[in-house]
């Protein structure tokens, strides 16, 4: 009877090792898959987080060539104001040269 108690508590415990098993492997499967999963969601997340710096590196850079744009048109004006005094004053100072020849 005892031999018989052993043998059925041994079977039970050799059931219970078997569905350990099947439980670690299950859960093994469960985080390898998981982890795979992580590893999409990172690499998406790198993914997202490349395409926002390109957009980025865009915008500065449009952003940048019309404040070179705006700067040159800028000194341009300045240049073609420039030239406009400079030619007024020298048309004044003819206009005055004449007046002056005239008296």
């Known amino acids: 009877q005892q031999l018989e108690?052993?043998?059925?508590v041994q079977q039970n415990l050799m059931a219970a090792r078997?569905?350990?098993?099947?439980g670690y492997r299950e859960a093994q499967e469960?985080?390898?898959q998981a982890e795979e999963e992580l590893d999409e969601l990172r690499a998406q997340g790198n993914s997202a987080r490349r395409s926002e710096?390109?957009?980025?590196?865009?915008?500065?850079l449009a952003l940048r060539t019309a404040q070179a744009?705006?700067?040159a048109q800028s000194?341009?004006?300045e240049?073609?104001?420039e030239e406009r005094v400079q030619k007024f004053t020298m048309d004044l100072r003819h206009l005055s040269q004449k007046n002056s020849n005239l008296l």
Not at 18 to 22: I, K, P, T
């Open 30 to 32: 469960r985080l390898a």
């Open 69 to 71: 744009t705006m700067e």
């Open 79 to 81: 240049r073609s104001a």
């Open 18 to 22: 078997a569905q350990l098993d099947e």
């Open 53 to 60: 710096a390109r957009h980025y590196q865009e915008e500065l």
């Open 75 to 77: 000194q341009a004006r």
């Open 5 to 8: 108690h052993g043998r059925s």
